[in-house]
């Protein structure tokens, strides 16, 4: 009557060894996510690499001089961008409260909750400043896992082989070239869209003589890595302090971010990311969404090259079980 259910030695051993994966993942999970971001870095920077070493330079003074720039750049922008940041959204956090009253008089507003929510916002932009320098480990550790990603990348498939053996090292060597090209085209696109998006609003503001033009600006470079929605929140604040000027203002800087986005839309996208392959829209907004609720602000920023990789990953393992004829 009782059906006698054995369970071999090997199918036991084999959960032992998925769990104890499982554990050790979740154990270092902060390392995989530092190895992770050095691997992105490595992606954008590598094409540069690579054109400095056609120059005849060798590959470590080739990745010196990327990081030389890069945080030079960095370095002197942000030196120069931090006060006025601080000082106009203090003084913007300040005003909002007072703009809403005045330009919905008739909605029913918690004011006292409005600006417990927004007057630390100066106060958390310093903080959030400081922590970001006072973090040097882990920068350092970032630079220096992608300092030796980039130094290693030719040696990729020899040190593959030698860990998993010569048919799997070559799978694993190629899913990666793979994962590389698509996460590299993403992180450079976003980048030089942001960019653009972020100067041409700063432009936009200042000719028509808005506060807070810089971090209005910066705002909206921001919220150019979420796709469609992103554009239209970064204009909301910006309309608001618009419209406490005048209605004229605010319709100005209405039909601003409208004529961005469109060129955006148009132009910028097609032409930045034409040699990266597209996610659907709502499959972008879904992966933003989990990201945000499973990993907070750091999920939301690290959904869509999580997905890309696990789309390279699902496409690699059916073109294995289906070959093409």
């Not at 030695?9 to 971001?37: K, M, N, S, Y």
């Not at 930045?272 to 750091?298: A, C, D, F, N, Y």
């Amino acid at each position: 009557m009782f059906k006698k259910f054995e369970i071999s030695l090997q199918t036991v051993l084999l959960t032992l060894v998925i769990l104890a994966g499982v554990w050790l993942v979740i154990e270092i999970r902060d390392i995989l996510f530092l190895v992770f971001i050095s691997f992105l870095l490595m992606t954008a920077i590598h094409p540069v690499v690579l054109g400095l070493e056609k120059l005849r330079l060798p590959r470590a003074i080739s990745i010196i001089l990327v990081y030389v720039v890069v945080l030079g750049f960095l370095g002197v922008t942000i030196a120069g961008s931090i006060p006025a940041i601080v000082v106009q959204s203090t003084k913007l956090a300040q005003l909002l409260p007072d703009l809403i009253v005045r330009l919905l008089p008739y909605w029913d507003i918690d004011l006292t909750t409005v600006t417990k929510q927004i007057a630390p916002l100066g106060e958390n932009v310093v903080k959030v400043t400081v922590g970001i320098f006072t973090n040097i480990i882990t920068t350092l550790t970032v630079l220096i896992f992608t300092f030796y990603f980039l130094l290693e990348r030719r040696r990729a498939e020899v040190i593959l082989t030698d860990l998993f053996g010569g048919s799997i090292g070559k799978q694993i060597t190629e899913i990666l070239r793979r994962i590389e090209h698509r996460l590299g085209a993403w992180v450079r696109g976003e980048l030089i869209l942001m960019s653009f998006i972020g100067v041409l609003t700063y432009i936009g503001l200042v000719l028509l003589k808005v506060e807070f033009a810089l971090p209005l600006a910066i705002f909206a470079a921001i919220l150019e890595i979420v796709p469609t929605i992103g554009p239209i929140l970064s204009g909301v604040p910006a309309v608001l302090v618009g419209l406490a000027t005048s209605p004229l203002l605010a319709l100005s800087v209405a039909a601003l971010y409208f004529v961005i986005q469109q060129l955006e839309n148009n132009f910028f996208v097609p032409f930045v990311m034409k040699q990266s392959v597209g996610l659907s829209p709502i499959v972008t907004i879904l992966s933003l969404m989990i990201g945000g609720r499973l990993g907070g602000v750091t999920g939301a920023v690290l959904a869509v090259p999580v997905l890309l990789v696990i789309q390279v990953l699902f496409t690699t393992i059916l073109q294995t079980k289906n070959p093409a004829k």
